[in-house]
């Protein structure tokens, strides 16, 4: 099991900036991407940016690209997420996600935390 537990999530202005971050613990050897997720009400939940590891390539929705940035530091287990230029539409509920990758010991596994709120008011 990787557990995540999400944090930095809060009450800001429209463009203001946020930093989100997600401990992980447990054995996270296997992990082989991470992600932020978020869902807004009435939404579905969409990928906002995963980090992959090893290269630490990056994807971003395009709704995001050029205002928020994901990172890792591997020595913490911790994933983050800086958000900048934040605009009332990225209100939502923001969750981590790590992937496992599979063979070698690994097993493909998904993990969740429970979500940080964002709320961006105008």
């Known amino acids: 099991q990787v557990p995540l537990v999400e944090s930095g999530g809060g009450l800001v202005q429209a463009g203001g900036s946020l930093r989100l971050s997600c401990a992980a613990s447990g054995d996270t050897s296997c992990i082989s991407t991470m992600g932020w997720y978020r869902q807004a009400p009435g939404k579905e939940r969409e990928l906002v940016a995963t980090?992959?590891?090893?290269?630490?390539?990056?994807n971003y929705a395009d709704s995001v690209k050029g205002r928020f940035t994901i990172s890792r530091d591997d020595a913490k287990n911790t994933l983050y997420l800086q958000m900048n230029s934040l605009k009332p539409e990225d209100t939502a509920v923001y969750y981590c996600n790590a992937r496992s990758s599979r063979g070698s010991g690994c097993y493909g596994m998904h993990y969740w935390g429970k979500g940080t709120l964002v709320t961006v008011s105008s």
């Open positions: 980090i992959t590891r090893g290269d630490d390539s990056t």
